[in-house]
């Protein structure tokens, strides 16, 4: 089931209420609990909008303070195009350098699974531009197991139940 157009409205959701809600006063006071306030209705926001009607085995994002640690497995991760940009990270598990020397895969050589939302800085504006991601298998081999970032803009997701994902993610 094709759920990037329910993606695509929570994105829009959590960027306006971070930044017009939250992020003038989290950057002037360098406010950490409030950008963990913010998490909590992240994850409230993702439950009501993207796993609405989804079966019981959707799963719920992480908190983005967890987000290096949960792999959303259901939730399949493509692109519109042959072939797919990204932001490889360096280190398994990510260090936050993305850097690897591959930067383009093909779309039917990559099998990509959602982390979260991403964006660069964690208490000013946020654009949530990219989608973070866990390459479960690629053809180069050297991939699999890294996490990714990929403009939000090139991919499409899709909600596969647990019991029709035919890989194992590392």
Request: proline share 4%; glycine share 2%; with cysteine.
């Amino acid at each position: 089931m094709d759920i990037t157009d329910r993606f695509m409205k929570f994105r829009e959701a959590v960027r306006h209420l971070w930044n017009v809600h939250f992020s003038d006063d989290a950057t002037r006071d360098q406010d950490w609990d409030l950008r963990d306030a913010f998490s909590v209705a992240y994850v409230a926001l993702f439950n009501a909008m993207v796993m609405h009607r989804l079966p019981k085995s959707a799963l719920p994002i992480a908190h983005l303070w967890d987000a290096d640690a949960t792999i959303l497995d259901c939730y399949h991760v493509s692109s519109r195009s042959r072939e797919i940009q990204l932001m490889i990270a360096r280190d398994r598990p990510a260090s936050g350098y993305w850097d690897h020397p591959i930067t383009r895969v093909a779309t039917s050589t990559v099998d990509l699974r959602l982390i979260s939302l991403f964006d660069w800085d964690t208490l000013g504006f946020r654009d949530f531009r990219y989608l973070r991601v866990r390459i479960c298998s690629a053809d180069h081999a050297d991939l699999v197991g890294r996490d990714a970032l990929m403009d939000f803009d090139d991919c499409c997701i899709v909600f596969r139940p647990n019991e029709e994902n035919q890989q194992a993610v590392p």
